[in-house]
């Protein structure tokens, strides 16, 4: 069984550019969440993808916006970066179980 | 406003010292509660889901318990391996509202 896969692992960005993130979910799981974890504090919902459609969504600006594939892969962009988008970009599948199982994380500086 | 709290934000032991990490949470539409482990750099590590008020769950020497308004983390004779910060989290319909995480450092 493959787990939950992100990339790239790191990532540096200006302020004023564009990202894409990218992961791959556990297989087996429709389900994938992204979370945005800054230094020292908790992971915070982003927004939530099921079956290609988001399901749920956190106090995130419209310049965040995802992606999900058919095959239940999703991607995160973030527009016009600013410097406190700088973050751990977590990404958890779930599926059938209410466990959801977080990537290992991309980790974006933006300078 | 839903909140979930951890106390201490950190705690720091010497190894075999058994101690209790704190959860509370104030939410409506409670959907379980989560504890995950953090090691540095890295995503969170599931450990435990409990959903209902007395439901225990325990996994080597960690051990989490629910009431209506907290849950608790024990950590029984803690090793140097132990030491992460641990996060709780509530889930309210798909999504998960995580405390600040409390950081264990077990020294030898």
């Known amino acids: 069984e493959t787990g939950v896969t992100q990339s790239p692992t790191h990532l540096i960005k200006t302020r004023g550019q564009q990202v894409t993130l990218r992961c791959s979910s556990q297989?087996?799981?429709?389900?994938v969440s992204w979370y945005q974890q800054a230094l020292g504090q908790g992971p915070q919902f982003i927004f939530q993808?099921?079956?290609?459609?988001?399901?749920g969504r956190g106090n995130f600006p419209p310049r965040f916006s995802g992606l999900q594939f058919p095959n239940y892969s999703s991607e995160l962009n973030v527009n016009a970066l600013e410097l406190d988008d700088s973050a751990l970009y977590l990404c958890?599948?779930?599926?059938?179980?209410?466990?959801?199982?977080f990537g290992p994380g991309t980790r974006l500086t933006v300078t | 406003e839903d909140q979930v709290t951890q106390s201490p934000e950190a705690l720091r032991l010497q190894e075999g010292e058994s101690s209790s990490l704190n959860c509370s949470y104030t939410?409506?539409?409670?959907?379980?509660l989560f504890w995950y482990r953090q090691d540095p750099g890295k995503g969170p590590e599931f450990l435990f889901t409990?959903?209902?008020a007395g439901e225990e769950k325990e996994k080597e020497r960690l051990k989490a318990t629910l009431t209506k308004k907290e849950s608790f983390l024990h950590i029984t004779a803690p090793k140097p391996e132990d030491s992460a910060t641990y996060l709780c989290?509530?889930?309210?319909?798909?999504?998960?509202?995580f405390g600040q995480g409390t950081t264990l450092q077990v020294k030898p």
């Open positions: 989290a509530a889930r309210l319909e798909g999504k998960l509202i």
């Open positions: 958890a599948s779930s599926g059938g179980t209410p466990g959801q199982y």
């Open positions: 297989s087996g799981h429709n389900t």
């Open positions: 409990l959903y209902s």
């Open positions: 993808y099921y079956r290609e459609e988001e399901n």
């Open positions: 939410v409506s539409g409670l959907r379980g």
